[in-house]
């Protein structure tokens, strides 16, 4: 993983995959990056190129639907023909509880959390293979490892991407293709404001009581920055992680309480 790559960045137009796109552009990977909003990815692209020195593409593509995803890639193999990294993110399902969801519901979280990831990886291997190696990221969720109350499709849904990443891991290993999750915890985003925003309507208590409760669980007393993730992230695409795959690392302060 020497030298300029080739870096793909799904939902990159804010949070956390904005603040990853910009480490790795700020590392020296030309980019890719997509979103579902036109204007707010062009936007990006602009803001990512006045602080790094990289070539930068934004193509809008809602990562729900497999054409989509298709020409995201197919960006990055006709100007460069080839693919070093993919940053596999999505927005995450509506918050609930089990009976609240039909089967619809199941299955846009399915398209968009995991079949997502399925189909970009499904394009990419070939291109990894044939350079000799590889990093795919899946940026998940703490709830991989200890589930969130109100959130059962993405508890779900995340939980197959791990186990689909450590199978991954394990069949791509022979081609340098290392293949890692990061799962963000309390990460200050649109996404978790959102987030609380739903609880303290539920619980009738004001927003800034539920971060409160949140923070009391951290160890480290916060929320975490975009930028202290997106620092994880790029750490796994550069070559001091060479012997790093089939991990779930956890970005959260210390909350999640399993081993």
Partial sequence: MDG???????????????????????AGNDLVIAS????????TARWIRERSDVEVIPVQADVASAGDIEEVVRAAAD???RVDILINNAGGPPAGAFEQFDDKAWYAAVDLNLMSVVRATRLVIPYMRLQGGGRIINL?????????PNLVLSNTVRAAVAGLTKTLSIELAPYNILVNNVAPGRIETDRVRELDRITAEKTGEPVDEVRRRWEDQIPLGRYGTPEE???VVAFLCSPAASYLTGLTISVDGGLTKSL
Avoid at 16 to 21: E, F, W
Avoid at 36 to 43: H, S, W, Y
Avoid at 140 to 148: A, D, F
């Fill in 4 to 26: 300029r790559k080739v870096a793909i960045v799904t939902a990159a137009s804010k949070g956390l995959g904005r603040a990853v796109a910009l480490e790795l552009a700020q």
């Fill in 36 to 43: 579902r909003d036109a204007q707010r990815i062009e936007e």
């Fill in 79 to 81: 100007r460069w023909g």
């Fill in 140 to 148: 998940t969720s703490t709830s991989v490892k200890q589930p969130i």
């Fill in 229 to 231: 993730f997106a620092k």
